[in-house]
C-alpha cells in the first residue's frame, strides 16, 4: 500500500482566553503523527473537545497548525497552491442545507469548484458534473433545481458531489451523518464505500456511533485531551483496546448497537 498522507509532529495552539488574565499560549493540541494509505477510511473518534474537528480542520486547510507538517504524496501541505490543495483534499460540511447556496441552482454549485480550480472547457466541465451525478446517483435532471427543492438525502448527495467534483486524493467529513436517521446515514456510508471502490479515495471521517466506525473505517484514531491515545487497524481497536479512553468510548457506545 501507499502512504498518501503524513501528518508529523501536528501541533495547535489557542491564545489563552483574556478574561484568565494571564498571557501565552494553551497548546490545543497535538504533537500529533500519523499516516493514512491510498483508498483507506480512517475515523477520529474521542470525547468532546479531545481535539477532532481541530485535527481534521488542520488538513482540510481551513485553520493553519502552530507548528509540525502535513504531508500529501510526500508533498509538504504549506508548500501547495491552493487550487492544488483543493484537488487533493475536500471538506464536506456537517449541514449541506446550510453549506449550499440556497441561491444557486445544483448545476452552478458544482460547476463553480471546476471553474475556479481547473481550466476546463464548458463541454470538459459539463461532461465531468454528469460523470459525478451519476457517481453520486443523482439524476441530471436535478441540474436546474435549488438545494431546498431536495430531500436531505438528495442534498447529502449533492454535497458529496460537490466534494468529488475534482477528484480529490481525500474526503474529509466531521460528522456529517449526525443529521440524518439510523437508515439514511448507512444508506450515504455505502454510497461513499461504493466511491471509494471506484474511485481509489481515502476518506477522514470525525464520528461518533461506533456501530458506523466499525462499519466503515480500516483505520481508527481515538484522541483524548488533544492527544492521540490509540490508532490502529478498526477491528484490533474494537478487539482489543489497549488505552482507557478506547475502552470507554466502545463501553459508552454499546447502547446504539441495539438502534
Ligand atoms: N477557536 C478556538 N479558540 C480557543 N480554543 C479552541 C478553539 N477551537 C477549539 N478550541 C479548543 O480546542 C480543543 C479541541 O476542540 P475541538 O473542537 O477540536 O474538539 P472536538 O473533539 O471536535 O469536540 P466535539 O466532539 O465537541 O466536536 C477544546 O479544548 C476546545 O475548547
Ligand atoms: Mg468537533
Redesign the pocket.
Known sequence: MQTLLSVSNLCKN?KRSARFLSSGFRQ??GPLSFTLERGQTLCVV??????????VQMIAGLISPSSGEIYIKGEALSSLSQQERCKSIRMIFQDPSDSLNPKATIGRILAAPLELNTNFSTIEIDEQIHETLNLVGLLPDYLDFYPNMLSSVQQHKVALARAMILNPDIIIADEILATLDISLRFKIVNLLLDIQEKRGTSYIF?AHNMNLVRHMSDQTIV?HN?LIVENNRTEEIFNRPQAASTKHLLQSHQPDYRK
Open positions: 489557542y490545543a493540541l474521542g470525547e468532546s473537545g479531545s481535539g477532532k474537528s481541530t485535527l470525525v484522541m488533544g
